[in-house]
């Protein structure tokens, strides 16, 4: 069983839960944060340097650089799960190896400004397609092959609302423990 301290550390803002009803105004409130993400992690990192970029947010864990092209892939990747759900029958969907890819040449080395930058106009894009979908494309899902479970497009909302402000907190409350901030 995890100590209360990793716990803390590893979801700062607690595990994702969804909501037993997924209201229009929910759903709305995490399309909206989904959109101020890029801006906010920008803001959050800009001023770090090498040394801190390199720093993992809890021991153990992924360094800030990680963190950030971590986000970038996994809502990469959640941007064409929405297509494949709104385009293909129940979709059934490719999983990625998030550690492995994490620990690529790329995101352990490339400049930050990359995922930054892509982050901005993928989430741009995302939240284009999401402020136009109707009742019906919300129902819509996919298959996950890890654990065959059907997800909705407004779960995958959620779920990715969610995503980005965990893994901001993990950098934020770096920040914030260093005295960065």
Same mark, same amino acid.
């Given at each position: #069983?995890?100590?209360?301290? +990793?716990?803390?550390?590893?979801?700062?803002?607690?595990?994702?839960?969804?909501? %037993?009803?997924?209201?229009?105004?929910? !759903?709305?409130?995490?399309?909206?944060?989904?959109?101020?993400?890029?801006?906010?992690?920008? &803001? +959050?990192?800009? %001023?770090? $340097?090498?040394?801190? +970029?390199? @720093?993992?947010?809890?021991?153990?864990?992924?360094? =800030?650089?990680? =963190?950030?092209?971590?986000? /970038?892939? *996994?809502?990469?990747?959640?941007? @064409?799960?929405?297509?494949?759900? !709104?385009?293909?029958?129940?979709?059934?969907?490719?999983?990625?190896?998030?550690?492995?890819?994490? $620990?690529?040449?790329?995101?352990?080395?490339?400049?930050?400004?990359?995922? +930054? @930058?892509?982050?901005?106009?993928?989430?741009?894009? #995302? =939240?284009?397609?999401?402020?136009?979908?109707?009742?019906? %494309?919300?129902?819509?899902?996919? @298959?996950?092959?890890?654990? #065959?479970?059907?997800?909705?497009?407004?779960?995958?909302?959620?779920?990715? &609302?969610?995503?980005?402000?965990?893994?901001? /907190?993990?950098?934020? $409350?770096?920040?914030? *423990?260093?005295?960065?901030?």
């Amino acid at each position: #069983m995890e100590n209360t301290e +990793l716990k803390k550390l590893k979801y700062p803002i607690g595990k994702f839960n969804l909501p %037993d009803e997924i209201t229009q105004e929910h !759903l709305q409130a995490c399309i909206d944060e989904l959109e101020e993400l890029p801006g906010k992690l920008e &803001a +959050l990192v800009k %001023d770090l $340097n090498e040394t801190q +970029l390199e @720093t993992p947010y809890r021991q153990g864990g992924w360094t =800030v650089r990680q =963190v950030i092209h971590h986000i /970038a892939d *996994s809502h990469h990747h959640s941007y @064409t799960r929405f297509k494949w759900a !709104l385009t293909e029958n129940k979709a059934f969907i490719k999983a990625y190896e998030e550690k492995d890819w994490s $620990n690529l040449f790329d995101a352990r080395t490339a400049p930050i400004q990359l995922s +930054l @930058t892509y982050l901005k106009a993928l989430h741009v894009k #995302m =939240v284009y397609l999401l402020r136009g979908l109707s009742s019906s %494309d919300l129902k819509q899902c996919y @298959t996950h092959p890890d654990d #065959m479970a059907e997800v909705t497009v407004e779960e995958n909302i959620c779920k990715y &609302a969610w995503h980005g402000n965990h893994h901001y /907190a993990h950098i934020e $409350n770096l920040l914030k *423990s260093q005295g960065w901030k």
